[in-house]
């Protein structure tokens, strides 16, 4: 063996119970489990530990950040072996040089402007490549797959014109949507609060999400609203999913705003009753209550018709900027899911420009400070809207199709601590300290109902011939050590990081380890 890891509590992602058992690795893959007498060339002694597969982040926002830095620690220290990027319908592949453009300025508040990456793909499997190629060809800090991103498929087609697509245009967005699925990408995403892909009708989703069943990908859309209409948004989601015969994956599901305050039993309700009748349902959640996006889209969707310049000009100008007011404060913007915005919820998590950094921490006082923040740092503020209901949280968080996402934007000063703190939370907050969950359920909530999702056939569980993507904890003292104040704070009780077999976390450090890959959908196009 390459490595004997000795006395492990087991838990092995499935949601059965624990045992205790050592575990031998051989070539990046799990070789033995029970007791193994012999030696490895080394070995861990795991007495105390939570040995579990490494955690799969459903929805992570690190599309640059892989690439920007080797170490990750945001995502490696919490014991996340996989992420799924390319979500809420906005990512950099594919694209043409205009697009790109465009993209960059419209997610800079979630990625940076990228004026440090050197955009040398075009297609989604060259994006892939790139990431295998990292850091002088040795790879990223965790591995990742890809979601093809609906929004920057239809900039790329349309441009962002708040228009129906033309049957050609709709063909050719099926081509994109094809090709990258073809690459390697694992289904598809959509943000209908983000522009351009909330101009998209049902009809145009549904026929791109053909596309991806015929691929046996999966949907995973930000849908319409998480406010006033959110118990229709789900619903409009499961039915057009089920017109496409599509798999799908309801990313990060919540119930925001005092409208939906004690309602996540009837979004459970709706679920339950559609997987009765045999669709094909997962979702993801974050253990917090507010939720984190960048202040830009909080606007109605036609001040963002043309793209980050055309909205730029409406800022500036005053007759435009009343409207926008009017729409944000009495009508409830699309935007900001129907329901007035209250400036008292907004806290700005980060600028782009160090002169906004005063911003940073303070919750916003009116829409004249708003404009003059998103003129001044063009659209790049995020924000954290503390809209949350903690009732909701567990409740979604207890349902069987549920699984582990952070939406963890990395950028700014002062960002979410789900980024940081997402799965350690779960396994320290929900499970030792509410027992809300079983850690065996907990487990099986993070690693292998994901893996599941995804497809993988080698891993999300602790089995022989697995790969060996483990994590070990303390289950007595794990916890995530960010907090509101200190966001990037680093989790408490994760000692160990392992994927394909190599440390990339010994004894509570990051090593020097880039054993990160892309992960790839392997199934044929099944036409």
């Given at each position: 063996m390459d490595l004997v890891i000795r006395g492990a509590r087991v838990v092995d992602g499935t949601g059965g119970p624990s045992y205790r058992a050592d575990v031998g690795v051989h070539e990046g893959r799990i070789a033995e489990i029970g007791r193994l007498p012999g030696s490895g060339r080394r070995t861990l002694d795991a007495h105390g530990l939570v040995l579990a597969p490494g955690f799969v982040d459903m929805h992570a926002h690190s599309d640059l950040a892989l690439l920007r830095d080797p170490d990750h620690s945001a995502k490696a220290a919490q014991g996340v072996t996989l992420e799924v990027l390319g979500q809420d319908g906005l990512s950099y592949a594919p694209v043409d040089d205009r697009t790109l453009g465009e993209v960059r300025a419209a997610i800079a508040g979630w990625n940076g402007p990228g004026d440090d990456i050197g955009f040398d793909w075009r297609t989604v499997g060259e994006y892939l490549d790139r990431l295998d190629r990292a850091h002088g060809g040795r790879g990223v800090a965790v591995n990742a797959a890809y979601l093809v991103p609906q929004g920057t498929v239809r900039a790329y087609v349309l441009g962002w014109a708040d228009r129906p697509a033309t049957a050609a245009e709709l063909d050719r967005m099926r081509r994109l949507v094809a090709d990258g699925l073809a690459q390697g990408a694992v289904g598809l995403s959509s943000g209908l609060t983000y522009t351009p892909g909330m101009y998209a009708t049902g009809s145009e989703l549904t026929e791109l999400c053909r596309v991806v069943a015929r691929y046996g990908g999966y949907y995973c859309p930000h849908h319409r609203s998480y406010g006033r209409d959110a118990l229709a948004a789900y619903a409009e989601m499961v039915a057009l999913a089920r017109e496409a015969d599509c798999a799908l994956h309801l990313a990060?599901?919540?119930?925001?705003?005092?409208?939906?305050?004690?309602?996540?039993?009837?979004?459970?309700?709706?679920?339950?009753?559609?997987?009765?009748?045999?669709?094909?349902?997962?979702?993801?959640?974050?253990?917090?209550?507010?939720?984190?996006?960048?202040?830009?889209?909080?606007?109605?969707?036609?001040?963002?018709?043309g793209g980050p310049e055309a909205v730029l000009a409406r800022l500036r100008d005053d007759a435009q900027a009343e409207r926008i007011r009017h729409a944000l404060e009495v009508e409830g913007s699309d935007g900001c899911h129907g329901v007035p915005v209250d400036w008292s919820t907004i806290e700005i998590s980060g600028t782009a420009d160090p002169a906004h950094g005063s911003y940073v921490g303070r919750r916003l006082d009116g829409w004249e400070t708003a404009r003059r923040l998103l003129l001044g740092d063009r659209l790049a503020p995020t924000i954290l809207q503390h809209v949350g209901d903690e009732e909701n949280v567990r409740a979604i968080m207890r349902h069987r199709v549920h699984t582990g996402g952070s939406d963890g934007i990395l950028q700014g000063a002062k960002p979410h601590p789900r980024a940081y703190g997402t799965f350690p939370h779960y396994l320290g907050h929900y499970v030792r300290e509410l027992g809300l969950l079983s850690l065996e359920e907990c487990v099986a909530h993070l690693a292998g109902r994901p893996a599941a999702r995804l497809r993988l056939p080698d891993r999300g569980l602790v089995r022989v011939g697995y790969r060996a993507d483990l994590v070990l904890f303390d289950p007595d003292t794990v916890a995530a050590g960010s907090t509101y104040e200190r966001p990037r704070?680093?989790?408490?009780?994760?000692?160990?990081?392992?994927?394909?077999?190599?440390?990339?976390?010994?004894?509570?450090?990051?090593?020097d380890v880039l054993a990160g890959r892309s992960v790839r959908r392997t199934a044929r196009d099944l036409r």
């Open positions: 990060h599901a919540t119930m925001n705003f005092g409208e939906n305050r004690g309602r996540a039993p009837e979004l459970l309700a709706l679920l339950d009753a559609a997987l009765a009748e045999g669709a094909d349902i997962t979702l993801d959640s974050y253990p917090y209550t507010p939720g984190c996006t960048t202040l830009v889209a909080l606007l109605p969707s036609w001040a963002n018709e704070a680093a989790p408490i009780g994760v000692p160990h990081v392992l994927i394909d077999g190599r440390f990339v976390m010994r004894d509570g450090r990051r090593t």
